[in-house]
């Protein structure tokens, strides 16, 4: 029987985007639906009632939810080439460890220095270079985090590669020197190279408007609340 695999995702959302790279890298043909997360569908509702968040892998009509985890279900369930996850368990635990650490410190981190201005975004800067030191230093030696291919924790600090400079296009900062972050910055540009993940990347113009809008709605937001009712 022909496998069924369906994928809820928005045009823009990092978090999916690890999907689609994860299916693609393992030639998993699937079908799209993309949600618009004002306007939710009663389908993504009903597969992800938890979180009601985008993506959700639908695998011969069982949902599965949370891109880390959706990384790790289409690695075990689909384990021909490429492997996602590394074999030995201190690196598989390692590679989970830093996708954590990148979904909470270290985007946190960089989302404060987007959405703040002044003394409060300097200090969001110096700590979220602190983070991306760590990064860094993940990567000494290696072109993918786990060795010359991509895998898990690739796709899970994915977002850094295009995110990041879109982010800094808009604010009018570096976050990413070439000097501070040697490691980081080659591993931008070899994880960019491939053709497999450029192919997906959502375009560079509508990222950017996008987020122009939500800055601008945060700063309008944070002022408003300091106003006396
Ligand atoms: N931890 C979740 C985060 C997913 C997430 O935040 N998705 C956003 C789109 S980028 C969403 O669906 N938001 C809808 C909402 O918050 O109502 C994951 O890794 O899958």
């Known amino acids: 029987m022909a496998e069924e695999v369906k994928l809820f995702r928005t045009w823009s959302s990092p978090y999916a985007l690890r999907i689609v790279w994860a299916l693609k890298l393992k030639g998993i043909e699937f079908e799209t639906i993309f949600e618009d997360i004002t306007n939710k569908s009663p389908l993504l509702l009903q597969h992800n009632p938890a979180h009601a968040k985008v993506p959700v892998l639908l695998h011969n009509g069982k949902p599965v939810c949370e891109s880390l ?24 635990a390692s590679s989970r460890f830093w996708a954590h650490f990148g979904d909470h410190k270290l985007m946190e981190s960089i989302w404060n220095v987007f959405t703040s201005q002044g003394k409060e975004q300097e200090e969001a800067m110096a700590t979220s270079i602190e983070n991306l030191k760590l990064i860094d230093e993940q990567l000494k030696g290696k072109k993918f985090f786990n060795g010359n291919a991509i895998g898990y924790l690739d796709l899970a600090l994915g977002w850094m590669a295009n995110l990041i400079s879109i982010l800094e296009e808009i604010i009018s900062v570096e976050l990413i020197h070439t000097d501070k972050f040697p490691h980081l910055s080659s591993w931008i540009q070899n994880f960019s190279d491939d053709p497999v993940i450029i192919e997906c990347w959502p375009p560079r113009d509508k990222m950017v408007t996008k987020f122009q809008i939500m800055r601008d709605n945060y700063l309008t937001r944070s002022i408003c609340q300091v106003k006396p009712a």
């Open 69 to 92: 985890i959706i990384l790790e279900y289409i690695d075990e369930t689909w384990t021909h080439n490429p492997p996602l996850l590394p074999q030995d368990p201190l690196e598989k």
